[in-house]
Each structure stands twice: as structure tokens, then as C-alpha cells.
């Protein structure tokens, strides 16, 4: 069981980096000055402020990748990185459609939102059957 709770989680920990780390590569070609849609919200912006907080947060995400990268080696240890993950995904989306509904708008802003969810979603249930795992193998020893 505890091999299954682990396979879980390691996989949350992949998908969350490799997905941190796409997004992250996305944005340093906007602040390149590539003109791409944002990939979570569909939002085309121009200008030097754009591309500069574009470069700014691909280093944030690309350093939480590198973060989700770490939890992988130690997934048990390091699941708690999961909720906390989880909770900023989900206040982005949050963010994003209360904070700047004129940004908002198009397939591409529900795919991505879409995604974060499925994230968020994933993430949580890793984090929590680990403990599920964790709990009953815990009540198994004591009354064994």
C-alpha cells in the first residue's frame, strides 16, 4: 500500500513540474518578445511592463518546477507541497476572473482554467490518500 501511496504522489509532483516548467518556458518567450498567448488565460499582452513581469514570473514558476522536482525525489516526506500548490492554483483562477475579467474571456482562459482545476483536483487527492495510506498503516501496526 504504501508503494501505491507513493506512486500517486510522485506522479502529482511530475506533472506539477513538468507543467510549471512548460508554462514557465512560455512565458520567457513572451518576454522575449515572441507574441503567444499566455497559456493559463488566453491574455495576449505587448510592451516592455508585460514582457517584463512575464520574465519575473517565469522565474517564479520555473523556480516552484524546480520545487514540485525536489518533492519527487522525497514524495512522502514532501507531499505538503501539494496543498500549498494546490491553493495558489486555485487562487489564480480566482484571481484572475474576479481581479481582471476584461482578461478573461475566450477557450483558451476556460482551457486553462480547465487545467488548473484538473490540477488542483489532482494534487489534493494524491496528498490526501497519502494520508489515508499513512493512517491506516498506522492503526495496522499499533493493533497488529
Do not use: C, Q
Request: proline share 3%; hydrophobic share 55%.
Amino acid at each position: 500500500m504504501y508503494a501505491r501511496g507513493n506512486g500517486f504522489l510522485k506522479l502529482s509532483f511530475a506533472i506539477g513540474t513538468v507543467a510549471d516548467l512548460a508554462v514557465a518556458a512560455t512565458w520567457f518567450l513572451i518576454a522575449a518578445g515572441v507574441a503567444l498567448p499566455n497559456v493559463l488565460g488566453g491574455y495576449v499582452g505587448s510592451g516592455a511592463d508585460y514582457r517584463f513581469a512575464m520574465f519575473i514570473a517565469g522565474l517564479f514558476l520555473a523556480g516552484w518546477g524546480v520545487i514540485l522536482g525536489w518533492g519527487y525525489l522525497r514524495p512522502r516526506e514532501r507531499r505538503g507541497l501539494l496543498p500549498i500548490t494546490a491553493l495558489l492554483i486555485f487562487a489564480s483562477n480566482v484571481i484572475e476572473v474576479v481581479a481582471f475579467p476584461a482578461n478573461v474571456n475566450g477557450g483558451l482562459f476556460l482551457l486553462g482554467a480547465l487545467l488548473r482545476a484538473a490540477l488542483v483536483a489532482k494534487f489534493m487527492s494524491s496528498y490526501l490518500n497519502s494520508r489515508r495510506h499513512d493512517a491506516k498503516a498506522t492503526s495496522e501496526e499499533a493493533s497488529g
